[in-house]
């Protein structure tokens, strides 16, 4: 592509150097053709040649660039449209019901002296359509594998997993604080024990009545609590992962002084993103409070499974005293 682009480049000046030297003969034959105002044929002659060349230079001139750049527009006319036709159907079917202002807020604290820390999360966005029922669910297991009976289920908006042996029915492992629609509180339900995929699990169900399910466009808004062991392992990892395409999205994070957070930060590899443009950051925030922070702020659309990872570098937690002992 490069060396195309640069033989259309050496033409394009080749061509316009020759109609300048057709441009200066026929200048330089009307000079002749005043100077010898004498000679009426010679004068004739250098008239008509210098009429006729400079005219076609300046002709030359003007319709080369004029083809050039309408040959250009119609190009990339003629792209736009055929990217637009392929790329148009499969966007829409892949936002069709996706969240908007999705803001995903963490703070991790709270450490124990059995290794594991308190992690809180609220989690907030805007949906076209809304289910008739709320689903969160925890897994206890060593993989991610029972959630992909899950994967269309746009019921189940929350999904968690707990180190295999954890107790899922106990509060302190996980549990659903508070859970809201359009600003209305939901009636909170007993947690249903359950098996996912051979995998011990438990489900929070929060039933919508159908007015509310029709009144338009409706903002969700949920708080989740749950045990994640950090023991002395050095590097933490964080993350947050999207089940539902999103249209844009706010990450958050704070870590509270009991962790030992030394280094924080920030990866977003694990994202895959429709569009060009848009505000991407993302980054350490200024510690407020003795709270190490860090944020990650997208416009342009997500897709289903963009991840976004916090990696806390606790330095030696085993020397300062952080963990604890192991469950």
Known sequence: ????????AEVRRTVRIYNLLVLVV????????VNRAHDDVIVKSFEIVGTTLVSAAMVSFIFGQITIRDTTLQVNQAIDHALREVLEPIRENLFTGALTRY????HLDGLGVDGYAVQAMRISYQVPEIPRELRFICVS????????VLASDNRYVFRWQVDDGLEVMDRESFRVDRVRVDGQQLQHVPPRQTVLRGSPAVEFRFPLSEPRRHSGFHSVEFCVVARKYLGTDREIRVQAHLFRPVLDAEYRLTVGEAIGAQILNTQVSGLSRLGTGG??????THPAFGQAAAHAIFTTPLQTGSSVVFTIDRGNPRRTGLGGGTP
């Open 141 to 148: 297991s060593l993989t991610d594998e029972p959630f992909s």
């Open 279 to 284: 505000l991407t950051q993302h980054g350490r």
């Open 26 to 33: 026929g200048a330089v034959a009307l000079i002749l053709s």
């Open 103 to 106: 803001r995903w807020d963490c």
């Open 1 to 8: 592509m490069a060396d195309q682009r640069n033989v259309i």
